[in-house]
Each structure stands twice: as structure tokens, then as C-alpha cells.
């Protein structure tokens, strides 16, 4: 009877069941004679075993109770926050806004590694000119490489560190709907895994961008891919929906907006783009499965339907999920330095309204991804205009980081070799996305390995930087221990090193022309590429060492204090891990988060008192 | 001064309560905001859609494109005209709720429930006897999708009014406590200005 309770098992069977009712009714109906396509089959049976997989968990038990008009089980309730040092609560559908984010932690690393791996298939097929894996190999790997990287910039930061540190860092006991927040997660791993096991299904080779008319054609491995991308769509929209109201809503007295972290303002930017972008793109992909699966022509150009207006659609969305996933990155670095430069963080206020400025700028520069697409010349102009005017705000950000770091105290631990690698990684992706923002060099560089290069330059730069940073700045506050410093420092120097190898000499190879997502290249580039192949091997050892470290030291490690690093922040004020309910008492903040400089040692006198 | 005791007051009252459990103030604005959100991101998916339909239509050289006919007005008209007084009705039972009238609120949430099913079932009328289908090139792709879309939006609001309309019968809505109503009142009104675009897009302009 065990197996009945809500859990992990019971959920496991619901998805087996849904899948089993899905595609079984249909392909009953296929037999009596009814016209079903594959497509049909697939779609039926991934929605009810998703529905299957959350009723099965539980996810659902607290809002039927409430829906029927029945009490609502206080003790149930308290269950499902879960109680400190039991660890199943990590597998179970816990409300604890901290589990939450070991969760999504945990689940983001163990995806890049996936990732990382499908990355160093591409490097072996790439290693020689000829063929190895074979084009419809590499083309699949490719595909599930991008897709799985993509989740992992969208939710490794915001969905990790965010749900575990901004109700802490405004002075919350949790966020504002903990149940949505574990539904947001719990969402996730049924659309991951169906991305994983894509290759099953045939795999999808359109790359993440699923362009039709080629997404419309390639088979189910495809379509596998665009139903688990509207489903983190929609995870996305609910934990946007969480952080805002959150932020909003949920501030401990004292804690005004322009107190609040610069972590949190990023994220809240973030956050917005999320739940304003994110429909979009869940509107396109759904208009795309009808193509697919219901006969319908929206993008079907033979029948009246127009292609170009995909990439509108898709990108309206997708350049803003730039920012998404910068941004969040972006934060990390800002709220790291100022703690080892022992300085306040410059131009705080100039900062926010970057953040703020970036976030509405975001939504109008999607068109030049679609330079070379054949859509309206009249448009080339002004978006190439708006591209470049983005980069002021994001300049500004820099200026905050640098105008810290001046004369500042600084202290070289881990996190703050992370924020210089971010210096000069994001550098380079800024200042080479400007050729692509130009219209007469985007189209000489359009589809080469320069714009591979500057996009791992931007989002490995700025993104997997600041995560990195920022695991381990707070390593300390979710573990309650240290992190080894020399492993740490290893790390960084071989990732930083070898990352460098691997995408410098892209930008080269791309105007050597030498032409993304195929599989071959001419042979007279075979000398770099095999260098940048070793370079990127060397990538994934750094990251062992990464992983090494991190499981090591969560079980070995010293025990951390509870502010290790003499930081202002609220959440450096409770212990390490934080209690349960994270304050014993509401905190009222009486000053602003990087009030550095006042006497050594101890937080400034007055402020935070947890 | 008092703004700043009256927050702290809050705080307070929450720590009574333990973790996990909201001040009831504090979780109706939450609740209320978090709706506002969810529609403000239902309003783009809408705009995707409606961005798609008018490229689509400004593409394709007049608008049924040849060899479809649109549909009759008379009964979508008279169906706009259902929605639009169920939108009506439906703050009716906000206001009655308001004052604290529980049956009110019941008569005026059962006669909403009531014309939004009416107004569905005449539009799955209207489907069947169309004489086009899903398939008819661009013109059928959109006019269902967009209707579709929005009738799928029209039934998870009656789902939820009917959940609210169990709890009132239940006697779990008062006054007081009557956030549920507040939030299905603001989704509902949503769902009808969905439809009176759609109306003057799909069948009229």
C-alpha cells in the first residue's frame, strides 16, 4: 500500500498509466477503422502521462481539497514543507522554497553534464575533417545539445539560487504560492527526459530554433521536442508569476525596492520577461504541433501560411530569453563583488535601471536574428539601431562591476576569479556582437562559427560564469559547509583556460566560413579545429573537478559559519543551512545591502538584525 | 509611521501562525496580484495568436480567402450578447458578496454559469455546422485556433466558477473570505474582452 502514497513511485506509475490510456484509446480508435497519425498518438499519450506523473506525486492534492470544499489537512500541509535533515523530501513534491532550489540546482548540473557530454560527441565528429558519427548523428546530438543547454541557462540560476535565496535575501519565510513553486519544478523532468530520450523517437535536427518547414517534416523525435518546450514554457510562466508576487509583495519592513540585493532586481527583471515572453513562443510551438498534428497551415507556406512569421514568433521570445538568461548571471557577479572588494556596489541605482532598461530593450531587437531570413528590409535599420543601443545598459552593468572592483580591497577566493573570467569572457561576447548587429557584417557572418563563438562567449560568459560564481559564493549558506578552495581554484583556471581555447579560435574558423550545424568542414581547417576539439575536452575534466569538489564537500567539507564571507546581505544573517522557517523572528532591514567600509569585521552596526 | 506599525503588526501575526500559512490579508493581495500576472502573460499568448492571424490575412490578397465564406452573424451575435451580460451578472455576484449577501452571490454566479454554458455549447453548434474544418487551409487554421483557444478558456472559467459556486453552498465564502469570486470575476472579464476582439476580428472586420 506503500506505493499509493503521493511519492515519487506512485508518480512514476500515474505517467505509466497516462501514457498506457493515451496511446492505447487511440490506437484502439486506429483499429476501428479512424485516420490516426503517429503525431496524434504521441501528443495524447505525453499530455495524460504528465497529468499521470504530477496526480501521482501529489501535486494536485491540496487544490482538489480545496476545490471539493473539504478541510484542508494542516498537518498534511506542514508534511509537505518537509522537515530539516530528511533528505527524501528532495525527491517528493516539497513546498520548502529551499528544497525547491537544491532541486533545481542539482537537476540544472546534472543536465549540463548531459549537455557537456553531447557537446564532446560534436567535438569528436569535429576533430578530423570526414565524417565519424555521421551527418544525421551529429545533427541530432547538436539539436539535443542546444536544447538541453538552453534549459539550463533558463532555469540553473533563477530556478536554483533564486527560489533558495530571494525570499531569504527580502526577509520572506518562503515565496508567495510554495505548491505552484514545486508544480514549476515537478513540471520539468517528464519534458527533460523526453529531450533525452528524443534519439528513440528518430531525434530532431532543426537545432533548437525547430525553423519550419523543416520542423514540420522531421519526425517525432521533433515534435517530442516542441511539446517539452512548451511545457517548460509553462513551468517558466508559473515560477515568473511566483518571484513577482514575491518580490512584490513579500518584503520584510525596511526592505525597500532600492534596498533590495541587485540579485533580486535582476532576477525580477528577469522574472518579468519571463512571464511576458514566454506565452509567445508557447503560442508559436503550439501553432507549429497543429501543423503538425491537426492539418493546420500557419506555417505552411504551400497552403497560404507564411514561414517568416515562425522566426517573428519565435524569436519575439527568444531574444528576450537571452536576457533571461543573462540576466540572472549578471546579478550573481554584481552581488559577488562587492563582498570581495569590500566596497559598496557602484552606481547601485544606475545598475537597477540598466537591468530595467535592458529588460524593455530586450523586446525590440528580436529581428536581427532574421537578417539573412528574407523578411522586410525596411526593418534592417532600426533593429540593427536598437541591437546597438542595448549594449549601453549593458555596458552600464559592466561599469558597476569595474567601478567596484577599483581600488577596492580585493579578495581572490573562487567566486571572485569567477567574476574576473566574466569580465573578460562577457567582454569579448559584447564586443563581437556588434558585428553581428551590423546588417553588412551579420550577412558575411551569418550561420558560421562566429556567431557560435560569441553566443557560448555571451551565455557560457555570462550565464555558466555568474552560476558558478555564484555556487560558489553561497555553497556555504545551502550546504552549511566550505567548498575546498585549491579545487575551486583549479577549476577555474583549467574551465577558464580551456573555454577560452575552445571559442577564440572559433571566431577565426567563422570567417575562414567555416559553416555551423554541419557536420563537416574543408579539410585545410582540420589543424584548428583538432586543437579546439582538445581544448574542449579539457572543459569537461575542469567540470569533473567541479563535481568532484561539490559532492565531496557537501559531505566532507568544514562546517561553515554562518557568514563566512562578512557579507551584508539578509540571507548571510541566519544560519548555514538556514533553520526551516528561515527567520526566527521578521527581520526589520534599517539599511541597503553593501554598506562595506564601516569598521572591520562585524556588519555594520544597526542594519540587518535577524 | 502607522503604515510602517501596521506592516510590522502583519509580520507579527504571521509568526503566530508558523511557516507555510499566509496572513489572510496578505495571501488575498497575493493571490489577487498573481492572477493579474497570469493574465497580463494569457494577454500575450493571445497577441502570438493574433499576430499570426493578422499576417497571415494581410498576406493572402483578401480576406476570406476565395472559395471560404465566413460564417452567418446572426447567432455569434447573439452569442457576443451572452457573453457580454454574463460579465454583467458576474460582477453582480462580486458586488452582492461584497455586502456580505452569500445568496445573492449564488443567484447571480449560477445565472453566469448558466450563460457561459449556453454561449458554449451554441459555439460547438456553430463548429458542427460550419462546413469548414481545421484543415481549410490558412482560413480554418485560424478561425479555430483563435476560437478554440479561446472557448478552451471559456470552459476552465466555468470549471472554476463552478468550484467557486461549491464552495459558496459549502458556506466557506463570506465577506470576509471571498478572494476565489474576486479572481474568477477578473479571469471572466478577461475572457470576454478576448471575445469581443475576436468577434469584431474574426467574424465582422
Not at chain 1, 88 to 106: A, N, S
Not at chain 1, 461 to 483: D, E, Q, V
Request: zero cysteines; aromatic letters at 14%; charged letters at 10%.
Amino acid at each position: 500500500m506503500k506505493a499509493l502514497k503521493p511519492g515519487l513511485t506512485r508518480a512514476v506509475l500515474g505517467a505509466a498509466i497516462g501514457a498506457g490510456v493515451g496511446v492505447g484509446s487511440l490506437a484502439l480508435a486506429s483499429t476501428a477503422g479512424l485516420l490516426i497519425e503517429d503525431g496524434q498518438i504521441l501528443g495524447l499519450g505525453y499530455l495524460l502521462a504528465l497529468i499521470g506523473f504530477l496526480f501521482g506525486l501529489g501535486a494536485f492534492r491540496f487544490w482538489l481539497t480545496w476545490a471539493a470544499g473539504r478541510e484542508i489537512n494542516v498537518a498534511e500541509e506542514h508534511a509537505a514543507h518537509g522537515t530539516s535533515g530528511d533528505w527524501r523530501r528532495y525527491i517528493r513534491f516539497t513546498t520548502d522554497h529551499k528544497v525547491i532550489g537544491v532541486q533545481y540546482l542539482v537537476s540544472a548540473f546534472l543536465l549540463f553534464l548531459t549537455a557537456g557530454t553531447f557537446a564532446m560527441l560534436m567535438r569528436v565528429e569535429l576533430a578530423q575533417p570526414g565524417l565519424l558519427l555521421g551527418k544525421e548523428a551529429y545533427n541530432q546530438i547538436m539539436s539535443t545539445h542546444g536544447a538541453m543547454m538552453i534549459t539550463v541557462a533558463l532555469i540553473s540560476i533563477i530556478g536554483g539560487l533564486g527560489n533558495f535565496l530571494v525570499p531569504i535575501m527580502i526577509g520572506a519565510r518562503d515565496m508567495a504560492f510554495p505548491k505552484t513553486n514545486a508544480l514549476s519544478y515537478w513540471l520539468l523532468p517528464l519534458p527533460i527526459l523526453l529531450v533525452a530520450v528524443n534519439p528513440l523517437l528518430g531525434g530532431f535536427d532543426s537545432g533548437w530554433t525547430a525553423y519550419p518547414p523543416l520542423s514540420q517534416q522531421a519526425n517525432l523525435g521533433q515534435q517530442a521536442y516542441l511539446m517539452a518546450f512548451v511545457t517548460v514554457g509553462i513551468s517558466s510562466i508559473l515560477s515568473a508569476i511566483n518571484f513577482l508576487v514575491t518580490v512584490f509583495r513579500m518584503r520584510a519592513p525596511g526592505m525597500s525596492l532600492m534596498r533590495m540585493p541587485i540579485f533580486v532586481w535582476a532576477l525580477t527583471v528577469t522574472a518579468t520577461l519571463m512571464l511576458v515572453a514566454t506565452s509567445v513562443v508557447a503560442g508559436a510551438f503550439t501553432m507549429l504541433l497543429f501543423d503538425r498534428v491537426l492539418g493546420t497551415s500557419f506555417f505552411r507556406a504551400s497552403r497560404g501560411g507564411d514561414v517568416i512569421l515562425f522566426q517573428h514568433l519565435f524569436w519575439f521570445y527568444s531574444h528576450p530569453a537571452v536576457y533571461i538568461m543573462g540576466l540572472p548571471g549578471l546579478g550573481a557577479i554584481l552581488e559577488v563583488v562587492p563582498v570581495f572588494a569590500r566596497k559598496p556596489l557602484f552606481a547601485y541605482p544606475l545598475a537597477v535601471l540598466s537591468f530595467i532598461t535592458i529588460g524593455v530593450l530586450s523586446f525590440m531587437v528580436w529581428a536581427h536574428h532574421m537578417f539573412v531570413s528574407g523578411m522586410a528590409e525596411f526593418f534592417h535599420i532600426p533593429i540593427m539601431l536598437t541591437t546597438e543601443l542595448i549594449s549601453v545598459p549593458t555596458g552600464i552593468v559592466f561599469l558597476a562591476a569595474l567601478g567596484t572592483i577599483w581600488m577596492g580591497k580585493l579578495h581572490f577566493k573562487t567566486p571572485m576569479l569567477w567574476v574576473f573570467g566574466f569580465i573578460w569572457a562577457f567582454l569579448i561576447g559584447g564586443i563581437t556582437g556588434v558585428y553581428l548587429a551590423d546588417v553588412p557584417t551579420d550577412i558575411a557572418l551569418s550561420d558560421t562559427y562566429f556567431v557560435v563563438a560569441h553566443f557560448h562567449y555571451t551565455i557560457v560568459g555570462g550565464t555558466i560564469f555568474g552560476l558558478f560564481a555564484g555556487t560558489y559564493y553561497w555553497f556555504p549558506k545551502i550546504t552549511g559547509r566550505m567548498y575546498n578552495e585549491r579545487l575551486g581554484q583549479l577549476h577555474f583556471w583549467w574551465f577558464t583556460l580551456a573555454f577560452n581555447a575552445t571559442f577564440l579560435p572559433m571566431f577565426w574558423l567563422g570567417i575562414e566560413d567555416m559553416r555551423r550545424r554541419v557536420a563537416d568542414y574543408p579539410a585545410a581547417l582540420g589543424g584548428v579545429n583538432l586543437f579546439v576539439s582538445i581544448a574542449a575536452f579539457n572543459i569537461f575534466l575542469s567540470v569533473a573537478v567541479f563535481v568532484f569538489n561539490m559532492v565531496w564537500s557537501w559531505r566532507r567539507g568544514p562546517k561553515a559559519a554562518a557568514n563566512p564571507w562578512r557579507a551584508h546581505t539578509l540571507e548571510w544573517q541566519v544560519a548555514s543551512p538556514p533553520p526551516i522557517q528561515n527567520f526566527d523572528e521578521i527581520p526589520t532591514v534599517s539599511a541597503g545591502p553593501y554598506e562595506y567600509g564601516g569598521p572591520v569585521g562585524a556588519p555594520a552596526e544597526g542594519r540587518a538584525t535577524p | 509611521m502607522t503604515a510602517h506599525a501596521g506592516r510590522a503588526d502583519r509580520h507579527e501575526h504571521l509568526d503566530h501562525m508558523g511557516f507555510g500559512e499566509q496572513d489572510p490579508h496578505e495571501a488575498r493581495s497575493n493571490m489577487l496580484l498573481g492572477v493579474r500576472l497570469g493574465i497580463l502573460s494569457e494577454v500575450m499568448l493571445f497577441g502570438a495568436l493574433f499576430a499570426a492571424y493578422f499576417v497571415i490575412r494581410s498576406e493572402s490578397g483578401g480576406w476570406p480567402p476565395e472559395g471560404h465564406e465566413r460564417p452567418e452573424l446572426l447567432l455569434p451575435g447573439l452569442n457576443t450578447l451572452l457573453l457580454l451580460s454574463s460579465s454583467v451578472t458576474m460582477q453582480w455576484a462580486v458586488r452582492a458578496i461584497g455586502r456580505g449577501e452569500v445568496a445573492a452571490m449564488r443567484r447571480a454566479l449560477r445565472v453566469t454559469l448558466l450563460l457561459g454554458s449556453i454561449f458554449i455549447v451554441v459555439q460547438g453548434y456553430e463548429f458542427a455546422t460550419n462546413g469548414f474544418g481545421l484543415d481549410a487551409g490558412v482560413f480554418g487554421s485560424t478561425f479555430y485556433t483563435l476560437t478554440g483557444f479561446h472557448g478552451a478558456h471559456v470552459l476552465a472559467g466555468l470549471g472554476f466558477m463552478a468550484i467557486v459556486a461549491t464552495r459558496a453552498r459549502r458556506g466557506l465564502i463570506s465577506a470576509e473570505h471571498h478572494t476565489a469570486v474576486e479572481a474568477a470575476s477578473y479571469y471572466w472579464h478577461f475572457v470576454d474582452a478576448v471575445w469581443v476582439v475576436l468577434f469584431s476580428t474574426l467574424y465582422v472586420l
